[in-house]
Antibody, heavy 121, light 107 residues
Framework: QITLKESGPTLVKPTQTLTLTCTFS??????????VGWLRQPPGKALEWLAL???????RYSPSLNSRLTITKDTSKDQVVLTLTNMDPVDTAAYYC?????????????WGQGMLVTVSS | DIQMTQSPSSLSASVGDRVTITCRAS??????LNWYRQKPGKAPRLLIY???SLQSGVPSRFSGSGSGTDFTLTISSLELEDFATYYC?????????FGGGTKVDIK
């Protein structure tokens, strides 16, 4: 059974750095062709892809947030960590991690439940 | 970036109806198009990948078609659990992009 779960703070202040952890089970991020990505969804709005890291350490980022994002993986712990610096109220959203399959043309076949992160002073 | 445009943005339908949602890419994406269903307060679920392949465990009432720039998701007979929002996503190139969503509600 494949599961993913997001963890981290639910409330951050403007200018702070958000660190989210995705802990997964049922697959290994050392498997060729797999990746884990982060996506978000502001309340009432559409999905937005943020970042993805592959089994071979290839990292991809949304250009609009590239300078603020970092994604890392710890294969031994089955975890992927996302950091987003300089948080702003517009970054308030549900944040999801998801497994990317399909090599370099990924779909997201398994998702975490998501967590709402609110940015407010 | 490749822009994904869905239509309609919302529709009303009844249980048993046949529903069709379209997605248009701003440039050629071959068959690198995926469809998701999202129920309120829940994570999205992958329905269709590679434009027309049914994800494991997804009911056969869902089907996808198209290639190039124009794609369609069809629900052959709407069930209660299908009242939700649907998103398309292109995976041909980074950044990965989603359509704006189509909300299907009860007529």
């Amino acid at each position: 059974q494949i599961t993913l779960k997001e963890s981290g703070p639910t409330l951050v202040k403007p200018t702070q750095t958000l660190t989210l952890t995705c802990t997964f089970s049922g697959f290994s991020l050392s498997t060729n062709g797999l990746g884990v990505g982060w996506l978000r969804q502001p309340p009432g709005k559409a999905l937005e892809w943020l970042a993805l890291i592959y089994w071979d350490d290839d990292e991809r980022y949304s250009p609009s947030l590239n300078s603020r994002l970092t994604i890392t993986k710890d294969t031994s712990k089955d975890q992927v960590v996302l950091t987003l610096t300089n948080m702003d109220p517009v970054d308030t959203a549900a944040y999801y991690c998801a497994r990317g399959s399909g090599w370099r043309t990924p779909d997201f076949d398994y998702w975490g439940q998501g967590m709402l992160v609110t940015v407010s002073s | 970036d490749i822009q994904m445009t869905q239509s309609p943005s919302s529709l009303s339908a009844s249980v048993g109806d046949r529903v069709t949602i379209t997605c248009r890419a701003s440039q050629y994406i071959s068959s690198y198009l995926n469809w998701y269903r999202q129920k309120p307060g829940k994570a999205p679920r992958l329905l269709i990948y590679a434009a027309s392949s049914l994800q494991s465990g997804v009911p056969s009432r869902f089907s996808g078609s198209g290639s190039g720039t124009d794609f369609t998701l069809t629900i052959s007979s709407l069930e209660l659990e299908d009242f939700a929002t649907y998103y398309c996503q292109q995976s041909v190139s980074f950044p990965l992009t989603f359509g704006g969503g189509t909300k299907v509600d009860i007529k």
